[in-house]
Nanobody
Framework: QVQLVESGGGLVQAGGSLRLSCAAS????????MGWYRQAPGKQRELVAI???????DYPDSVKGRFTISRDNGKNMLYLQMNSLKPEDTGVYFC????????WGRGTQVTVSS
């Protein structure tokens, strides 16, 4: 059984930084893509970063240049470094594992004050 547990969220002022972590347990292979999504109140969940098995990463324009996704396969950890945070980055951030039908963590709240 796969479990994903996010941590590192919190309250930060605009322009600040946060680093999110996702601890994965279970049968996880480095070939499985992983990603970070976020959901703001009243909005749909959206992808903010993805990392493929070959290390390739991709980001939407809204976070490109500010967010960096990385993974440590030896430790089964996924990270999201978020810099130059904006109030519109506020939301619950979820870790996602692309395996079978997909696995989600329970999320961690990020609040950016103006």
């Amino acid at each position: 059984q796969v479990q994903l547990v996010e941590s590192g969220g919190g309250l930060v002022q605009a322009g600040g930084s946060l680093r999110l972590s996702c601890a994965a347990s279970g049968n996880i292979l480095s070939i499985n893509p992983m990603g970070w999504y976020r959901q703001a109140p009243g909005k749909q969940r959206e992808l903010v970063a993805i990392i493929l098995s070959n290390g390739r990463t991709d980001y939407p324009d809204s976070v490109k240049g500010r967010f960096t996704i990385s993974r440590d396969n030896g430790k089964n950890m996924l990270y999201l470094q978020m810099n130059s945070l904006k109030p519109e980055d506020t939301g619950v951030y979820f870790c996602y594992l692309d395996k079978a039908s997909g696995y989600w963590g329970r999320g961690t709240q990020v609040t950016v004050s103006s």
